[in-house]
């Protein structure tokens, strides 16, 4: 038997069977996403790059997307935890969460923030805060994804929900072609300040030029992070098959490694941010 070690786990990621309808996100410009991904595509890229298991985040608004993910993670028990989708604004929010309560593995939810056309008036929707009311009461983790702009926006919003974790995805996805980074720390400083809230290193190398991008252009970033989350509050995720726009699979986390390999953002703040049991055989 081998020695117990550590988890190393990818912190984000997506699978889906492709359908244009279904992900109106994945544009013109993105057509090596059109296509298939599945479990069994990315457990070769875990094994090389050393990784133990996965945690796979919804990639479309639909609480469908929820159970199919979950049928995966029954049948691949290496996806650690599931990050679905709910409405959080419906009123039988608390029917929904019900029906998935004998899913242990199904340890948060996310909404794409970012594409709401007015993002203060979602957040703003009495609903919608009594959902995240809702999801933290019952030990819920839910995941922000918006663009730097809106950090500030979302800064007020983690602190009135404060009675369990929350994640910043993709840095705040910070302006990286504009190349402002102190604008960018500025943003994202009070939302660190928040000792509830940890971050992603993920989704960086698709914020840069796909075709042109440097890791010297992109470590600044890491390092902004480090200083102010600290490695406890970090994780490393790679975005797969959405980092594929922009590079492959091991330059993405050789990216994260090449600023540190603390046991934290490899895994450790993800096992405690997703109450996932820490060590394996």
């Known amino acids: 038997m081998s020695s117990p070690h550590s988890l190393r786990l990818d912190a984000h990621q997506h699978f ?5 309808a279904a992900y109106p996100w994945i544009g013109r410009d993105m057509s090596g996403l059109r296509q298939d991904f599945t479990p069994d ?6 094994d090389a790059g050393g990784f133990d298991g996965c945690i796979a985040v919804q990639a479309r608004a639909c609480a469908s997307e929820t159970d199919q993910l979950l049928q995966l993670a029954q049948r691949y028990p290496w996806i650690r935890a599931v990050v679905g989708w709910v409405d959080l604004c419906a009123r039988d929010l608390e029917q929904s969460l019900e029906r998935w309560a004998q899913a242990p593995v199904l340890r948060g939810f996310r909404h794409q923030l970012q594409d709401e056309p007015s993002l203060a008036q979602f957040i703003q929707n009495p609903g919608f805060s009594r959902g995240l009311h809702t999801l933290q009461r ?67 190398i698709t914020e840069a030029h796909w075709q042109d991008w440097s890791s010297a252009q992109l470590t600044p970033y890491l390092h902004m992070a480090l200083e102010l989350f600290g490695p406890e ?7 797969w098959p959405v980092c594929l726009l ?18 934290a953002i490899w895994g450790g703040t993800a096992c405690r941010v997703y109450n ?3 060590v394996t055989q």
């Open 138 to 204: 019952q030990g819920l983790v839910y995941e922000v994804l918006v663009k730097a702009r809106d950090l500030r926006t979302v800064t007020e919003l983690c602190q009135q929900h404060d009675q369990h974790h929350l994640v910043l995805d993709h840095l705040g996805k910070p302006d990286i072609q504009a190349g402002d980074l102190k604008t960018w720390a500025s943003q994202l400083a009070p939302l660190a300040a928040l000792p509830h809230v940890s971050c992603k290193l993920s989704g960086l």
């Open 276 to 278: 996932i049991e820490g």
């Open 16 to 20: 889906w069977r492709y359908d244009a």
């Open 41 to 46: 595509d990315l457990r070769p890229l875990l």
């Open 246 to 263: 922009a590079s492959d699979y091991e330059a993405t986390h050789t990216l994260v490694a090449s600023v540190s390999e603390h046991a």
């Open 233 to 239: 509050r970090l994780m490393f995720g790679s975005d």
